[in-house]
T-cell receptor
Framework: DAKTTQPPSMDCAEGRAANLPCNHSTISGNEYVYWYRQIHSQGPQYIIHGLKNNETNEMASLIITEDRKSSTLILPHATLRDTAVYYCIVRPLIQGAQKLVFGQGTRLTINP | DGGITQSPKYLFRKEGQNVTLSCEQNLNHDAMYWYRQDPGQGLRLIYYSQIVNDFQKGDIAEGYSVSREKKESFPLTVTSAQKNPTAFYLC????????????FGPGTRLTVL
């Protein structure tokens, strides 16, 4: 599985856009980029995923560079409830059960 | 409500005792997973199951056992052979087809005294 690199921590003001970067320079052509987040002492929550096009859903937007070596998760209007650890994961397109390899993620703190 | 449940939320056991953590889902998902998380770390895969009566070892299966007799249930037994069992245990499920996300339960925090 491709390795990802994320900053260990970030801060953002409430109401502003939070931009979380992720480097995945060894990503293969068949690997998706997934983002999950984990609020303290809870199970991780799926946010969004993409292959090469930018994606948007009700929670966030995912911007993937043209060479696919990095991506950015954007929370457009961060709230205090968005404080969490955010994990960027890449994994191949395979049949059946799919292993997720979690790194240490980025601890995002939203400040009032 | 559809979802994935784990019980109990907190569990205490004496060293040397086996303990079974429960995981149930009513999402009709084929695949289920068990992860372990230590403080300040990411999740590590213990076991996973793609279909009923089938399961595979993950990265850290030693000292653990699982069963998958029903689609809805994937219990994890932490045996006395597990050297450092105190951790946060998370169960997840997914439809099993390509590109589908995993849904996680609330977790069980196991403390071995």
């Amino acid at each position: 599985d491709a390795k990802t690199t994320q900053p260990p921590s970030m801060d953002c003001a409430e109401g502003r856009a939070a931009n979380l970067p992720c480097n995945h320079s060894t990503i293969s052509g068949n690997e998706y980029v997934y983002w999950y987040r984990q609020i303290h002492s809870q199970g991780p929550q799926y946010i969004i995923h993409g292959l090469k096009n930018n994606e948007t859903n009700e929670m966030a937007s995912l911007i993937i560079t043209e060479d696919r070596k990095s991506s950015t998760l954007i929370l457009p209007h961060a709230t205090l409830r968005d404080t969490a650890v955010y994990y960027c994961i890449v994994r191949p397109l395979i049949q059946g059960a799919q292993k997720l390899v979690f790194g240490q993620g980025t601890r995002l703190t939203i400040n009032p | 409500d559809g979802g994935i449940t784990q019980s109990p939320k907190y569990l205490f056991r004496k060293e040397g005792q086996n303990v079974t953590l429960s995981c149930e889902q009513n999402l009709n998902h084929d695949a289920m997973y068990w992860y372990r998380q230590d403080p300040g770390q990411g999740l590590r895969l213990i076991y996973y199951s793609q279909i009923v009566n089938d399961f595979q070892k993950g990265d850290i299966a030693e000292g653990y056992s699982v069963s998958r007799e029903k689609k809805e249930s994937f219990p994890l037994t932490v045996t006395s052979a597990q050297k450092n069992p105190t951790a946060f245990y998370l169960c997840a499920s997914s439809i099993g087809r390509d590109g589908n996300e995993q849904f996680f339960g609330p977790g069980t925090r196991l403390t071995v005294l």
